[in-house]
Structures are given as C-alpha cells and as structure tokens.
C-alpha cells in the first residue's frame, strides 16, 4: 500500500491570535451549606452561674435549718424583732407650765405680801412652790405641816433685806437661799428647786 502524498506544515505567521484558553474548575462539586455558628459563650456562663447561685442558697438554708434544730435551745426564738426606738426626751417645763400642773406642784404656801428693812418699807409680793411626789404620802404630810413655817421663814427672809439688795441679789440667789432655809426644816425628804410664780416690788 503506496502512501499519501505528504504536505508541508506552514508555521502560523507572527501576528496571528490565539484564542484565549478556557479553564475548566477541577471541583465541580456543589458547595457545601455553611455550618450553624457555635452557641454565644456569654448564654452558657449565665446559665452555669444561676445552678451555683441556686445550690449556694439550698446549702445555706440547709446549714440554718441543722443549727437550728441541734444547737440552739429550744426556748430561745429563731428570730426577734428588734424593739422600737426610745421616744425623744420631752423637753423641761418652763415654770409657767409646771405651775399649771398642780397634781406635782405643792402650792400651799401660797400668795405672800412681805416687807423690806426700808424706811418705809416696801411691799414685796411674791408666790412661792415647789414640785413633789405626792406617791411619798409621809413627807407629803411633813409638808403640809411645814406651811406655817415656810410662810414665817420667807416674811422673815424679805424683812432683813432692803429692796435694793434684793433687787441686787437677784431672783436666783433668793430662790437658792430660801431653798436652803426650807430644807433645814424638813427631815423626811427634801425639795429640789422653788418657783416664784410672782415676784414683784411695790414701792
């Protein structure tokens, strides 16, 4: 058998284009789904913090409930509540208001109208009381007793002082000087403080 006749390649000239080659993907595959995300981690500490929360607070209510029982005494309460706060301290009475209140005020001596050492003299008008137990029955009675004698002590007091060395001493050194004279009567109790209800010069 004779061969074909045999034709010369012409190479391709310089300028010719070559058509662009076309890539074939070596997966072609289909993608996969992309996976569900992980769950958040901050969800996941909430939720391991609650359990611990809840089994700290079984435990404490359990170790309560065993002291309890086993070591406290049985007659002691659980639980007191606490008493209510002490009331303000009422503040002192003026003496006007402690003259008002004659269930604690001895006021028998009564009104005195004394005189000084002037000459002539002068009229000194003055009230006198003191606070009392009337409770204290014996020396409520001392007192009523001493009348008489509280009214002489005080006429006798203004008599042996002129107006202007009353007025100079003052209401307070009268009062603590009085006060003194009535309590070397007494031998069943004795009086805290006086009061002079009036106290006045008439000239």
């Known amino acids: 058998m004779k061969p074909g006749p045999s034709y010369p390649i012409k190479p391709p000239p310089r300028n010719a ?3 662009t080659p076309r890539t074939v993907p070596c997966n072609t595959a289909p993608a996969r789904s992309a996976a569900s995300p992980p769950p958040k981690k ?12 809840a089994v700290l607070l079984a435990l ?6 065993i002291y309890a029982l086993v070591f406290r005494n049985s007659e002691e309460p659980l639980y007191s509540i606490p008493a209510a706060p002490a009331t303000p301290t009422q503040a ?7 003259f008002q209140l004659q269930e604690t005020i001895f006021t028998g001596i009564g009104r005195l109208r004394a005189v000084s050492l002037d000459k002539p003299p002068v009229t000194i008008v003055v009230s006198i009381a003191f606070p009392y137990l009337p409770e204290d029955r014996a020396f409520t009675e001392e007192l009523t007793a001493k009348v008489p004698e509280f009214r002489n002590m005080a006429l006798e007091y203004f ?3 002129s107006a202007v060395e009353l007025r ?3 209401e307070a050194t009268i009062k ?6 009535y309590n070397n009567l007494l ?4 009086i805290s403080t006086l009061y002079f209800n009036d106290f006045m010069f008439i000239d």
């Open 176 to 181: 603590t000087e009085l006060l003194r004279h």
């Open 187 to 190: 031998h069943l109790g004795s």
């Open 60 to 65: 404490l209510i359990a170790a309560g409930t």
């Open 168 to 170: 100079q001493s003052g």
């Open 92 to 98: 002192p009475r003026t003496e006007t208001q402690v």
């Open 42 to 53: 901050g969800a996941a500490l909430v939720y391991h913090t609650l359990i611990v929360v």
């Open 17 to 19: 284009a070559y058509p």
């Open 159 to 161: 008599s042996t002082h």
